[in-house]
T-cell receptor, first 113, second 113 residues
Framework: DAGVIQSPRHEVTEMGQEVTLRCKPI?????LFWYRQTMMRGLELLIYFNNNVPIDDSGMPEDRFSAKMPNASFSTLKIQPSEPRDSAVYFC???????????FGEGSRLTVL | GENVEQHPSTLSVQEGDSAVIKCTYS??????FPWYKQELGKRPQLIID?????GEKKDQRIAVTLNKTAKHFSLHITETQPEDSAVYFCAASYPNTGNQFYFGTGTSLTVIP
C-alpha cells in the first residue's frame, strides 16, 4: 500500500480564496483524522471520521472550515474563505481501528498571503 | 478538546545519556497512549505505544511507563544517539468521545554528539 496520500503537498493562495485539501486513506482503514500543525499550537485535531461518518468536529475552527468523506477512500478539507492565520501544515491520518496506530500522510503545507 | 500536557518543551542531552519526556492526561477513561516522533519536515511516526492494562513497555532503547492512578505516562530513551534528535509527541485516546487522539504540545529533543 502506498500509505496515506495527501494533495496538494504545497499550496500558496491569497486571502479570500477557497482551498481544498484532499486525502486518500490506507485501504481497509475505517478511521480518518484531519490535524493542523503550527509552531504555536502543535498538532490540533480538526475532525475525526469513523466509517465515513463525522464523529467529532469540535476542533474545526469556525464555519469557514468544512470536511467531507463521501466514501471510504477519499476525504476533503475545505477552507472558504481562507485567511492568513490558516497558514499551517494540514495532516490527514488513518487507522485500522480506534484506538490504534495513526498513519500520517506527508501533509499539505498551506500558505495564505 | 481534551487536555494532554507535555513537558519539557525542549530537551538537550549529551550523546549516550538518557532522555525522559512526561505527559499527563485528563480523562481517566483514556486507554491508549502512543508516542510519535517527527523529524524536521517529515510526518509524525509511531515509535511506541501502551495500553491501559500495562504499566510498562520496552522496545530496545525506548520505554514507556504508565501510571493510571496519577494519569501520567513517560517516554524514556536510553543511550541517546544524534539520530534521536526530533520532536516527540505524546497522545491519549478518549473513548467516551469516540476514541479520537489528542496530542501533547511536543518536545524538541536535541542529542549533542
Amino acid at each position: 500500500d502506498a500509505g496515506v496520500i495527501q494533495s496538494p503537498r504545497h499550496e500558496v493562495t491569497e486571502m479570500g480564496q477557497e482551498v481544498t485539501l484532499r486525502c486518500k486513506p490506507i485501504s481497509g482503514h475505517n478511521s480518518l483524522f484531519w490535524y493542523r500543525q503550527t509552531m504555536m499550537r502543535g498538532l490540533e485535531l480538526l475532525i475525526y471520521f469513523n466509517n465515513n461518518v463525522p464523529i467529532d468536529d469540535s476542533g474545526m475552527p469556525e464555519d469557514r472550515f468544512s470536511a467531507k468523506m463521501p466514501n471510504a477512500s477519499f476525504s476533503t478539507l475545505k477552507i472558504q474563505p481562507s485567511e492568513p492565520r490558516d497558514s499551517a501544515v494540514y495532516f490527514c491520518a488513518s487507522s485500522f481501528s480506534a484506538p490504534g496506530e495513526l498513519f500520517f500522510g506527508e501533509g499539505s503545507r498551506l500558505t495564505v498571503l | 478538546g481534551e487536555n494532554v500536557e507535555q513537558h519539557p518543551s525542549t530537551l538537550s542531552v549529551q550523546e549516550g545519556d538518557s532522555a525522559v519526556i512526561k505527559c499527563t492526561y485528563s480523562d481517566s477513561a483514556s486507554n491508549y497512549f502512543p508516542w510519535y516522533k517527527q523529524e524536521l519536515g517529515k510526518r509524525p511516526q509511531l515509535i511506541i505505544d501502551i495500553r491501559s492494562n500495562v504499566g510498562e513497555k520496552k522496545d530496545q532503547r525506548i520505554a514507556v511507563t504508565l501510571n493510571k492512578t496519577a494519569k501520567h505516562f513517560s517516554l524514556h530513551i536510553t543511550e541517546t544517539q544524534p539520530e534521536d534528535s526530533a520532536v516527540y509527541f505524546c497522545a491519549a485516546s478518549y473513548p467516551n468521545t469516540g476514541n479520537q487522539f489528542y496530542f501533547g504540545t511536543g518536545t524538541s529533543l536535541t542529542v549533542i554528539p
